[in-house]
């Protein structure tokens, strides 16, 4: 294979990896803390692909520079999201903390199908696909076959920043040691004195707005966001932190960058590319039954 | 000489690099109470896994009557006799203590699905045993708790629990009982009161061995016959309470002494 | 306590009224029936043909030489086939339904062709556009008002080729709708002299198709070729730009919306469609459907397919003034129907209730406006495609 | 003393229920005219304002019957004699059919129901019972439904009683491949794989024209025991529409495969699924073999599911793989979980209202999804177990020996 187009699939599949990755950092922390399968999440991120819009819409009347505009829409679509998570999370998951896990599940599911189509009814026009605007400069390196773009740069090292971040949170704060303690074991950090609930709370949050930026940054990308496109990137944003396996960063990432490969590689082996679904998630049935927690998921020895 | 039941004969544990388990020997005789303890992490139960089948050894064996069962799954373990219970209670908590005891009785019931679904009447037969096995053995440990029997797990108490942990290891008259810090979590009298009541069981079935992790030492003291000490997975010392707890290696690797 | 009684004794009560006042009878309009999806990801076409023919029901409503009060049973079929059947039956066993306007998706409509045959309830199909819908059976309950695939994509085929072109790539969303497209553009195409360098089959709810564009960019070809709906054709236009593609973008009718040319931007220009009936703003009827649809004001535009739900249900009404509210008859003069005026042109059924007046209405875009080719600056040879 | 015990008996507090026999029997009778009574409303209302007034009236009503403890009493009553009570419901069922047996629509989405409540016991029984979970329920559903088609084309010999049978046998072999990594799993990681699954059995249809593709395939009505499903009732049998005979079908499909799951859960085999789905460790130290029970449960589960989708296929007479979604298998887990999770009756009503109230909301049109993710997150919020959680295993019915 020409090695401009090979450096065109990498780029291509890196920019998808890193939106997984996003999603998929979303789903273990929220495993991490509660255990839960926040579902709505792929829904979350479409809406803050929307507030951002409207935010931008809005600004758009003001005149102001496109660097502000930009600005200001991730700071208000990431509070606005953070906002919502924390408050999906008061409201709707932790009352059912006491009830079978999976009704959890059921609730965000519907939670998200309410955002769904209450965006597709009351956003003007929402249920066709929205332009969303070029902000970020869209200079292009042409290098033979590659079409290198300044924004799916931009965009890259965002993302990948955005995870470090997390990463780092999580790692060397106070709020972070909280949500480490938490997911560690529930009953000993409240024996601590870690206040429980608003940890939880801050990670839904922090979840939720991570789910904002990647969906600002897909809008950003593919200059489109429409309602529906949060359903597929749940699925696949689950699928790879659960490869990754749950409650780890790096597997999060690892997950969503292999979702990514294997999509691309289908879409290059198979002749219809449709099948690179088939594929890749027949893949991922095959690496679970191989290594059941996960590929990097510490796989220490149950307790008895 | 009392007939060994259960033997180890280096038996080896490890977790990745680790070795949990290295190269234990232990004996247990018929109708012994052998105590077994160790300052934490020591391996003690993951001794108790290695012997069920829950972790699989490295290197050694474990013998039967003298017969090799190292390596056996969990449910061939409890069906040549040795039941357990474990330090964090696991009860089904939502499922009554019948359900509970019933469920620790497996080898006595006939999963035959023509049994189960079409034969009821020969079924309501064996449920109706069940219950009976299960209230008598109840009532033998406290009276009161046989009254429960139709309760959920998780309205009892943690004594109760405890027993109803006990009764299930015990309802299939097991051979060989391990048992798993059966003092945690409760009062010192429960305790007591917990361990006459197995003495009384050991007075009604005197050929089953009990081997029992604790950390309570005068309990070790009062009811085992003999003692192995367990540190960083070795056997450090065997013998009587009295004259284990009296060696310098002991005292230094357990109590912390100097 | 006393306060309890009471009011389990007023919910007894006003449970009673309830079922009492519901075995009322109903008010002495006609009712027809609108299926279509109003909810999930295609909603917005249906949502569409819903006011398009929301609003040919209200103005006749107003017209002062109506016989009959005419009332509209929309129903969503979700663009799934088993609920599809559900609200088929609901609305062919339903009595007091007369006839309907049904169906924006083929396999939707491919499974409900049965239940209208078996309850006799006649309708029109308003926007699916697989050949078998009609010509798969020989129901007499089944219209169409809209051509098929076939003959959109032989004009199409035709029309680019005397543009010209010569190679294509083909991109199709792997539903009824893309795969059934591209079925016959292949065919319109090896009949006229093209190639097709290569066949991408996608999953209509990806957002990623950089992989697959990259692939094209591989290949080559002069035209891109796109069987699909909007919301994907706008995600591949906006793509091609990603990987520096300028290809031509030729898409099918289901394309031809607004929501297309918002969600691309800029990069609408000289992107090609086709789509069948005449042009709507070319004929009278048709400036005054877009103007009393401006004046409802809807939420959602009337979108590609709407005129011809105007077009079904007007053409429904003027049966009915006809020959009375009767199925049988409904469906008889239906089946008759010879160069009825319309505003998607004149309307004839042929022996499987097919419209044969196949006008097929050529599109670009050009300043972020869908005209018809032969009125556009290409055309006339002011601008280029490329 | 062993011999006068009430076997599992209800309690409410520390207070035993006590009734006369006849009074339970009446009570129950009672409960099933009730349902009925309510069902054939809820199917019946369809205009705007009624199903508003509905929506108020029904929680309302429950209310009510709770505040008079009615539903302790009767749940309670069914306890004492649950053979009385499954015969009174099948018998009330076939009433309503009676009852609805003009109205199509209403027929349709009877069968729907009692189809869709058959999948959710084969679900009750994976992970409400053993603790498979399973999110590709529709993609069994679809199994069955395809060899429906499949064989009625190919087959043409074969009588279509055998293939349902054939159907829901195929599913469960499909099924099969599933086994060696659900074993492995667990969790979510579990429904990671079942997820999976179902994307790549819609997927694949799809994609493969070889059964009909995109556009879907068209089933022909059943014909078992000489009748041919399609044809309506002559009216010398008292008329009445052809899909009351698939809704009788699938009421002795629901209620055998109730028995079933009711059956297994009351005895040894429900008990040691119930034991591997709290405790897989603790279990397996009591000689329970998991992966065992896990792998019976997951096939036969399957195997309800592919019987639901041929009798499914047969009656909606065409199929595509867009009625095999995610959110359809979703749609059958919100039936389990809404109802209460291992509760097999509860998958009843539940089913009723997951199935019914969208179509209900019909009337709202591009609204009802929205209304209808409302109304379900509510019920969560205020009933967070479900609407009738599981109470405690029954192994017989109240009074014993």
Known sequence: MDLGFFAQYLINGLVQGITYALVAVGFTLFFGVLDVIKFSHGDVLMLGAFTALAVFLGLDQLASPAWLSLIIMLCIGILAMGLLGALLCKFLVLPLKESPPLNTLLITLMFGSVIREAVRLFFPNGSNPKPFPALLPEASINWGNLNLRLDSVILIITGALAIVVTHLLIQKTRIGLAIRAVAQDEETARLMGIDFKKTVLVTFALGSGLAALSGISTGLYYQEINFSMGLMLGVIGFSAAVVGGLGSIYGAIVGGLLFAFLQTLGAIWFSVPAYKDVFAFAVIIILMAWRPTGLLADRSAERV | MRQTVLQTKKLTVSFGGLKALNGLDVQLYEGEFLGLIGPNGSGKTTFFNALTGIYRPAAGSVLLHGNDITGAPPNKVYAYGITRTFQRLRLATSLSVLDNLIIGNQRNLNLGLWHNIFNRKSFKRQLQEQIQISEELLSRFSRDLAVHLFKPVSSLSMIDRRRVEVCRALISEPNILLLDEPSAGMTPDETRALMDELQDWRVKYPSLSIILIEHEMELINKVSDRCVVLNYGEKIAEGRYSEVSMEPGVRAAYLGED | MIKFQCMSRLWVLSVLCLFLTSCGEDSETIKITFIGPLTGGVSAGGLGGRNSADLAITLRNQAPDAKYKYELVSLDDECKPNVGVQVATKAAANKAIVAGVTHYCSAVAMGTVDVYHKFGLPVIVWGAVLPDITYGNDYLEIHRVNGTMINQNTVAAEFMIAQNFSSWSVIHDTTDYGKGHFKYFERALSESGGTILGTFGVNPDQQDFTAELTKIKALNPEVIYFGGLAPTGVRIRSQMNKLGMTQVFQGTSGIVSDAFIDGVGNLSEGVLAFREGAPTEKLPGGKMFMKAYEARNFNEPAEAYGAFAFAATNLIIDVIEQVGPDRKLIRDMLNETRGHESIVGPVTFDGNGQNTIAVITKYVIQDSEWVVWEDSEYASGKRFLK | ?401
């Open chain 4, 1 to 401: 003393m062993a011999t006068n015990r009430v076997v599992g008996r209800p309690f409410c507090g520390t207070r035993v229920i006590t009734m006369p026999d006849f009074k339970t029997k009446l009570a129950i009778l009672l409960g099933v005219a009730l349902s009925v009574v309510v069902l054939y409303g809820f199917l019946y209302l369809e205009r705007e304002w009624e199903i508003g007034a509905l929506l108020v009236m029904v929680p309302l009503g429950v209310y009510f019957l709770r505040r008079t403890n009615a539903l302790t009493y009767y749940q309670h009553a069914a306890r004492e004699m649950p053979r009385f009570t499954w015969i009174s419901f099948v018998l009330g069922a076939v009433v309503l059919i009676m009852l609805l047996r003009h109205d199509d629509f209403a027929l349709l989405m009877l069968t729907t129901v009692l189809l869709y409540a058959t999948v959710s016991l084969g679900l009750t029984i994976q992970f409400g019972f053993v603790g498979v979970v399973n999110f590709s329920a529709v993609a069994f559903f679809g199994i069955g439904a395809y060899s429906m088609a499949a064989l009625n084309q190919h087959f043409v010999f074969l009588p279509d009683l055998l293939i349902i049978f054939f159907s829901g046998a195929i599913s469960a072999l499909l099924g099969a491949l599933l086994i060696l990594p659900i074993l492995r799993t667990r969790g979510h990681y579990a429904a990671l794989i079942t997820i999976a699954f179902g994307i790549l059995f819609r997927t694949f249809l799809e994609v493969n024209d070889v059964l009909g593709g995109p556009q879907g395939l068209k089933v022909p009505a059943l014909e078992m025991f000489g009748w041919n499903f399609g044809n309506s009732f002559p009216s010398e049998m008292g008329g009445g529409s052809f899909y009351v005979a698939y809704a009788i079908v699938a009421l002795v499909l629901v209620a055998i495969v109730y028995l079933i799951t009711r059956l297994i859960e009351s005895s040894w085999l429900g008990l040691n699924m119930d034991s591997v789905r709290l405790d897989e460790v603790a279990s397996a130290a009591f000689g329970i073999n998991g992966p065992r029970w896990k792998i019976a449960a997951f096939m036969l589960g399957n195997c309800f599911a592919g019987l639901a989708g041929a009798v499914y296929a047969a009656m909606y007479g065409f199929i595509a793989p867009a009625n095999f979604n995610l959110s359809d298998s979703l749609l059958l887990v919100s039936i389990v979980l809404l109802g209460g999770i291992g509760n097999a009756v509860a998958v009843i009503p539940a089913a009723f209202l997951i199935v019914v109230l969208p179509e209900k909301f019909q009337v709202i049109q591009e609204y009802r999804l929205l209304l209808f993710g409302i109304v379900v997150i509510l019920i969560l919020r205020f009933r967070p177990s479900g609407l009738m959680p599981r109470g405690l295993r029954q192994y017989f019915a109240g009074r014993f020996g």
